[in-house]
């Protein structure tokens, strides 16, 4: 008898893989076969995104799709929110299905393509660190969901809801479960990182036969044993993210903070209702440097924010000027339906200076990038190969995270393969990205027995 296949199609950021793979990972335990096609896949399921009104054309884009293709459609996450957004449109999907809720995705593939068998370990064969969407070497780690935020321009709480953080020991677990597969780079995801265990008042749990809270510095102390890259994304910056910088200079963590600063302006951000923004941002950046003067600090900006004038706007240019980030992500502002940024009665931006001021905030911050790279020659530093091309070997070095940052372009005597950690000393640099020789394999991961 023939198995049932399933193909997917994920959008959207990290968080919304992470939903993917869960998925992905019970319908293989179910006996589904996966498949890359939708000529072969006797359902398709879309994992939409529903962030801002580009996202959503981009999932409903991918929905009609799939239905012109295959004609079996059940469609899950953000998006599916609001099921009539989707059924207005696509009528015919199977099913509609938020984030998170993985049993009622599994449940409409069941319906739409019952199985034929029952568990057949021939079949349902699973790696135990489940099915992954990313690279063997690396994969994201999250601890949490929803966020308690209600900052103005997001209406990620009204989709994913208030923080539920993951117990630390399962975390944990699957951590070492990762580590133990292969993986060498750990991203560690959630909206709000900073938060982990608040929701648990950082309740402890066992692991390795001792008690580890439930709070992000404890977490990455445990993490760091696993002797493998640990990376930290969407860290906002509370007061006791100043107790991960010593970790990061001692090794302990990779150092890298991906910080949503989204604006600099004062008035700007209480317009945003942003958290946890301080008048000695800068303060801290400098101290944190003096610390772990190899950190990486990475964030992302909106301009064009209802009300933004040209003061605020200059303003954000100053200050990244003294900030001196690393890498850096600018989007231009754009309404979304549900967002109470659309109450406050804030005069809008015009699309054409949103332009011009999005042209001029990537070009000030490509000179401070360039700047910050040039730095870099001469030096060296750990890269893990990502890729190997016609071209040679492609990495990212302990300052890029996947897909989102600059690339290292290496030149190596040996041949590479994706996963190699190798040590390389930078010879060019250009706005984004670097190019090394290898001059030696990097010291051997060191894991710690469990």
């Known amino acids: 008898m023939s198995t049932p296949k399933v193909g997917f199609v994920s959008l959207g950021c990290p968080k919304a893989l992470v939903d993917s793979e869960r998925i992905l990972t019970q319908l293989r335990t179910d006996g589904y076969e996966i498949v890359p096609n939708y000529d072969d896949a006797d359902v398709v399921v879309v ?93 994201y780690l999250k601890i949490s969901e929803g966020c308690n935020h209600r900052c103005s321009f997001c209406i990620i709480p009204s989709m994913r809801g208030k923080l539920v953080s993951r117990p630390v020991q399962d975390v944990l677990r699957e951590a070492e479960g990762l580590a133990r597969a292969g993986v060498k780079e ?41 002797g493998i890259r640990v990376r930290l994304h969407y860290v906002y910056p509370y007061p006791h993210v100043d107790e991960l910088i010593p970790l990061m200079a001692e090794g302990k963590l990779l150092p890298y903070l991906d910080i949503p600063f989204q604006h600099a302006s004062p008035r700007v951000l209480k317009a945003m209702k942003r958290p946890a923004f301080e008048d000695k941002t800068l303060a801290r950046i400098q101290r944190w440097r003096e610390i772990c003067p190899e950190l990486t600090i990475r964030s992302t900006f909106i301009v064009g924010f209802p009300g933004e004038t040209e003061e605020d706007f200059q303003y954000l240019l100053d200050w990244l000027s003294e900030a001196q980030l690393d890498r850096v992500g600018c989007f231009q502002y754009s309404p979304v339906e549900g967002a109470p940024a659309n109450e406050l009665g804030l005069e809008p931006v015009p699309d054409a200076i949103k332009q011009e001021r999005w042209e001029r905030f990537m070009a000030h911050q490509q000179e401070i990038s360039a700047a910050r790279l040039q730095q870099k020659i001469g030096r060296d530093i750990e890269v893990l190969v990502d890729e190997v091309d016609a071209d040679g070997p492609i990495g990212r070095s302990e300052a890029d995270a996947p897909e989102i940052d600059g690339m290292v372009f290496l030149q190596a005597a040996r041949p590479l393969r994706p996963g190699d950690l190798v040590r390389a000393r930078v010879t060019h640099a250009d706005e984004y990205d670097l190019w090394a020789e290898v001059i030696e394999e990097a010291e051997p991961l060191k894991f710690v027995s469990v």
């Open 186 to 226: 750990l991203l560690v995801i959630s909206q709000d990182t900073s938060a982990y265990g608040v929701d648990l008042r950082y309740a402890a749990g066992e692991w390795r036969g001792r008690e580890v809270k439930t709070r992000l510095t404890e977490l990455c102390e445990a993490l760091s044993e696993l």
């Open 47 to 139: 994992n939409t995104c529903g962030f801002i009104d580009s996202a959503k054309a981009e999932s409903l884009d991918a929905i009609g799709e799939a239905i012109a293709e295959n004609g079996k459609v059940i469609v899950t996450g953000c998006m599916g929110v609001d099921e009539s957004a989707i059924r207005d449109v696509r009528p015919s999907v199977l099913s509609v299905s938020g984030p998170q809720q993985y049993e009622q995705v599994v449940g409409a593939v069941h319906a739409a393509a019952p199985r034929q068998h029952e568990h057949n370990p021939h079949i349902d064969l699973v790696p135990p660190q489940g099915v992954k969407l990313t690279p063997r070497h690396y994969a």
